[in-house]
């Protein structure tokens, strides 16, 4: 069984900066795919950002210019630095890893709160 751990949610100002980190307990390596996804109240969760094993990425098109995914091979770790910070990201942040193997895992969330 793999589990996500993810840190960094909080509250910010509009314009602010946050950095989530979501650490697994599974070799990196075994990892196709790292992803964020979020889920805003009343709406339903929805794709963020991806980081594949060759170190590709991928962004929903609202965040592009603001978010960056990276990984740390050395920590198992994914990260989200999120910047310029809108209200409209207000949610909560699910880490989310694909294994080689078609094994899907989801952490339990992180919440992100943009308001003045």
């Known amino acids: 069984q793999v589990q996500l751990v993810e840190s960094g949610g909080g509250l910010v100002q509009p314009g602010g900066s946050l950095r989530l980190s979501c650490a697994a307990s599974?070799?990196?390596?075994?990892?196709?795919?790292m992803g964020w996804y979020r889920q805003a109240p009343g709406k339903e969760r929805e794709f963020v950002a991806r980081?594949?094993?060759?170190?590709?990425?991928n962004y929903v098109d609202s965040v592009k210019g603001r978010f960056t995914i990276s990984r740390d091979n050395t920590k198992d770790t994914v990260y989200l630095q999120m910047n310029s910070l809108k209200p409209e990201d207000t949610a909560v942040y699910y880490c989310?890893?694909?294994?080689?193997?078609?094994?899907?895992?989801w952490g339990k969330g992180t919440l992100v709160t943009v308001s003045s």
């Open positions: 980081i594949s094993s060759g170190a590709s990425t």
């Open positions: 599974i070799s990196i390596f075994s990892v196709y795919t």
């Open positions: 989310n890893v694909n294994l080689f193997s078609g094994m899907d895992y």
